[in-house]
């Protein structure tokens, strides 16, 4: 079969993909060489694509209770129940809650059925969660919810800044674009971000401010620039209105550097080097993402970084832009369509009469909502209180991802009645479902997406759709039929549902215009235009953008009980809650456990071990983690990734901890600043059990990692080695067991001579190689050496996974920087293959090289 140019489902990067099907039905996966956004590199997890598509684990049938139903006794059910609530409760009674990973044509068939014809705003989405401050923030600046600039901007920047954005592990091909920029022309790189991550790998200047301090140094570099005469006075004067009361409310803090440095928690050197650089360089670029967005202030973090940028001019021209990069592979579809609960449709709010005239009659809406409807965080308050009875979720896992989760959980269990639709048969969020609904999943839907730069591409089909799975547009038109709404939801397919939206754009006057866009082919919206507002001319009443005055507002401060800054995010190989990269082995390793990142000093005070376990308090629950002792981390601040949920492990959630804390503008959770306290956990024991079922262990700690040929899970406890042995794989008939000071317990369980289960258990750290263990599962014949935990001579453990794509581990590594005296990330790459390919790993090998080269010059 050909290729088929489709576009990768994860990050909002957006790269072209092409998927090639073989004789035999195995799919293998590239970068598209033609695709603007990433010619042709593809990310460790866009590689591993071509691994999630097997059929093991997807749902498959419609289910109501524990029963398979026929999609049109599920659906008659959904209506029925939505029709009841509708009649006795009101519009306002009923809600979708739906996601940023949702084509463009689900997403407005949704938001068409909720805003029109049920009459409620309560659609929301889990963009509340990750864009929010940034479109409230554009909205008040520019007048309408626009990215000014493109990609190709960071490459044609002398300085690129880069807000709370860890780009080498989320936004990882724009961000190996940026990395080839600056070796070829030199681009001078800030890192903001209060941990020291990968992605400052390539900075020249790393700004490691307290929590939530934005605000307070970007007021600050704004007073400086005007001091240092760098404004755009010109521009200023023609294209931005500024409150009369501006400058002296940012005259209200003390703007010298030393203070600023004070109270960001900076050296002041550094900040004086940040301004001087940002007033040498128009051709600057400022992007952010979930540092400034996910916090109480995130609409003022942004707005503080816009003011900068309106205020010097650099905006809308090449190389020169604010840049909000976007999370999800249709964040920005989502907010094309109206998606928010606070947004009508195609970019027209509320507050517009006309627009929604323009609206209410071109969906001929029988009942067009006229007010916001309840954003996620009162969404799921409002299913608390009992006021939502019947709640629709589609294409996200609330249940894992939002803050204050146990809260969440139980709004979800008293809940009457709740929807969920999804690709995999089993989700914590499903486990709440009245009613699971099997959706088409990538490779299989067909439609659209906009990524982080306005560029429409396309997600095409190459699998056919396999049991019962349907495209979420189609459940939603079928509802929208049964409600009584055949005629405005009758479309034969999603071409037709997207030619609605797009007529839809083009018929109001917002900057927003799917007109002439081409949807054969990547293309920017409106069509031709990858920059706007170079012009100066915004989509305001008077065509100006705005200067708006903030003032610092800090997160909650950390006390006495709750001494640490928890802050939340994201891993290089793992996609949010895992249900789909999960399951692909080589992005396993990497980072295979949950963990809690903390300064070397505060590990000491709190006398946690590296690789012990450390349970983490917050005002909302407790988690337990491996602690990761990290110089990287900021003193007092902790970081634990999001992706772990109930499916993946005994006790890791991130969710449990962080607190809601939203913006009060955006309605966006403040995800990344979390007052909490971290203590040991002590342990007995640790070790793992490989087994071919997949019923998680009878341990206090475990977690599921992807294995092939059987089920992996690390495991910790206390109590004696022979009793919790016991507990995990009892003893059988057919059983060999080995014990000894030293390596421990460890135990094989065989049925009819097959391999069924191995456990390693040990009071220090259990070795043996758990590939090889693994394979043997799949080995006619059980090798001699099991419990031995591998051949003799085999090779020593290669360590933690750094390459995915090779799967080469940190000790072979460092062996080949010391014994091959590989000098350079390229050295490494011929010698061992370990970042040739997707290059996901090559902040981490300069990392590598860079130690070694310190270990040497000490
Ligand atoms: N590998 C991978 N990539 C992904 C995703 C994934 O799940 N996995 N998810 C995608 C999605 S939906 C999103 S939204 C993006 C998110 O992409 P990013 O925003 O880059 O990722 P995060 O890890 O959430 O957080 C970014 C950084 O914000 C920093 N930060 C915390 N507090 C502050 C603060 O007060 N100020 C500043 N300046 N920085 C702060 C954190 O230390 C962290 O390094 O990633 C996308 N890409
Ligand atoms: N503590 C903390 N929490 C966070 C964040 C943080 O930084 N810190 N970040 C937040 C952010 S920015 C985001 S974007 C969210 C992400 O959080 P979620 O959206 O909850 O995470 P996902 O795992 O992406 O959930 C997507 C679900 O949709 C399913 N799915 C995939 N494709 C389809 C499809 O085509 N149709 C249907 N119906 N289902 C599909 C997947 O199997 C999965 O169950 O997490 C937020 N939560
Ligand atoms: S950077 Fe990686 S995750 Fe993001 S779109 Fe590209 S391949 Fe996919
Ligand atoms: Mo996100």
Redesign the pocket.
Known sequence: MAGVRTTC?YCGVGCGVIATADDAGAVSVHGDPDHPANFGRLCSKGAALGETLGLDGRLLHPMVGGDKVGWDAALDLVADRFAGAIRDHGPDSVAFYV?????TE?YYVANKLMKGFIGSGNIDT??R??MASTVAAQVRSFGEDIVPGCYDDLEQADLVVLVGSNTAWCHPVLFQRLAAARTARGTRVVVIDPRRTETCDIADLHLPLAPGSDVRLWNGLLVHLRNAGALDADYLADHVEAPADFWTTLAGDDQSAAAIATDCGLAEADVQAFFALFAACPRTVTAWS?GSN?SRSGTDNVTAILNVHLATGRIGKPGASPFSLT??PNAMGGREVGGLANSLAAHIGFDDAIGAETVRRFWNAPALARKPGLKAVDLFQALGAGKIKALWI?????A????ELAGIRSALANAPFVVV????AH?D?LAFADVR?P????GE?DGSVTNSERRVSRQRPFLPPPGEARA?WWALAQVAARLGYSAEFDWPDAAAVRAEHVALTALTSRRLSLAGVDDTAPAHWPAHSPRLFGDGRFPTDNAKARLVAIRPRCPAAANPALPFILN???IRDQ??????TGSVVRLGGHRPKPFVAIHPDDAVRQQLADGGLARVTTGYGAALFRVLIDPGQRRGSLFVP?HWSLATAADGR??LL?NADPDPMSGQPG??HTPAAIAAHATDWHGFLLSRSAAAPAADWWVRVAADGCQRFEIAGSGCLADAADAILPRGPMMSEFRDANRGLRRALYDDGRLEAVLFLATGTATGSRDWLAAQFGALEVDGALLAGGPAGAPADTGPQVCACFNIGLHTLTAAIRDLRCSDVAAIGAALGAGTNCGSCKPELAKLLQDARQAVDA
């Open positions: 489902p996601s940023g990973q949702l084509l689900d889990n963009s969660l990750c979930q996910q999370g999800q589609i294409a996200t896992n609330p894992v991802s939002m803050p639709s999804d690709v995999v989700t969020t609904l959706a088409l999943a990538w839907k979420d939340t995010g994201r996609w949010h809650t895992m249900t789909r999001i991130a969710g962080a995800f990344k």
